[in-house]
């Protein structure tokens, strides 16, 4: 049988690349998210390449987190390989400012829905004596900037989350990697924007950003190492990135 990958937030950008690299790579593939067509459109791309199962679920609802696993067909439980993706930033604006639901979204998805997830799916891989466990942090997760306050929070607090679990999980079997991407052109900052598209294209101008795809080509290269190696963090920059706000344009 082949190996079961879960990939959260599989509905787009780093995700669904993911889920795309982990396919060809000759995992059966667990896609979430709550875009029910996106979930769809995902497992007829793949047909001719692996088995697709679409979950759908809000990673904030715990019941539903909880539910989709412990109602995984038995032929879908031997999981190999989680990655924690699902999260977004939610507004960009002085700490003075911020919109309770912003930091709402942005704790509950980006760090307790990690954790609800985590939470269903160990018991599995313990049952097995091994798995690889890989969280997206971000750049964000190692500094913070102007502006990112909450979503920087978050992610830091998935950068303590995977050293947490790296050493509590460390008698199981199960390998933690983080994974801190830079810039990304995904509907990140769209998301961030509330759909002001202009806006978010901007983000992205005058410099080469990283696309979901390598970001999904670190991940298969992590998972692909041989069971003695754990790749434990890598923070994967554009060349014209030095840091979360340094850029040089002109490259
Ligand atoms: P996208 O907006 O393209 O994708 C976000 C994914 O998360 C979607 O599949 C979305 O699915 C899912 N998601 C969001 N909220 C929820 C929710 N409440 N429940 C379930 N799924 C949810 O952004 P990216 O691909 O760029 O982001 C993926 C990860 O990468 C995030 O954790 C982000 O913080 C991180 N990251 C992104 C960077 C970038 O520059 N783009 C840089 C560093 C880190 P759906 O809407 O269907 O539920
Ligand atoms: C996404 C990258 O710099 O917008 O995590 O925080 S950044």
Redesign the pocket.
């Known amino acids: 049988m082949s190996k079961i990958a879960v990939v959260t937030g599989a509905t787009s950008g780093i995700g669904r690349a993911t889920a795309v690299a982990l396919a060809k790579q000759g995992y059966r593939i667990i896609a979430t998210g709550r875009r029910k067509e996106r979930l769809e459109e995902l497992q007829q791309e793949l047909e001719d390449t692996t088995t697709v199962l679409p979950l759908l679920f809000d990673v904030r609802n715990k019941e539903a987190v909880q539910f989709a696993f412990a109602s995984l067909p038995e032929e879908w439980q031997q999981i190999d390989v989680l990655i924690n993706n699902a999260g977004n930033?939610h507004g960009l604006s002085p700490i003075q400012d911020g919109a309770l639901e912003d930091w709402d979204a942005m704790l509950d998805i980006n760090v307790k829905g990690l954790l609800y997830v985590s939470h269903a799916i160990i018991p599995f891989m313990q049952e097995q004596g091994k798995g690889h466990i890989i969280n997206v942090g971000?750049?964000?997760?190692k500094e913070v900037?102007a502006n990112?306050n909450v979503?920087?929070a978050s992610?830091h607090a998935v950068d303590a989350l995977s050293k947490a679990m790296r050493i509590d999980l460390i008698q199981t079997g199960i390998k933690v990697s983080e994974v801190n991407?830079?810039?990304?052109e995904t509907e990140?900052?769209e998301v961030?924007f509330k759909g002001d598209k202009e806006r978010a294209a901007a983000?992205y101008q005058g410099y080469q950003p990283l696309t979901a795809d390598d970001i999904a080509d670190l991940i298969a290269f992590i998972v692909t190492r041989p069971p003695h190696v754990n790749l434990a963090e890598v923070l994967i920059l554009p060349a014209a990135q030095a840091s979360?706000?340094v850029m040089n344009k002109n490259l």
């Open positions: 930033a971000s750049v964000a997760g900037y990112g979503y920087c992610k991407p830079g810039a990304v990140f900052s961030r983000v979360a706000t």
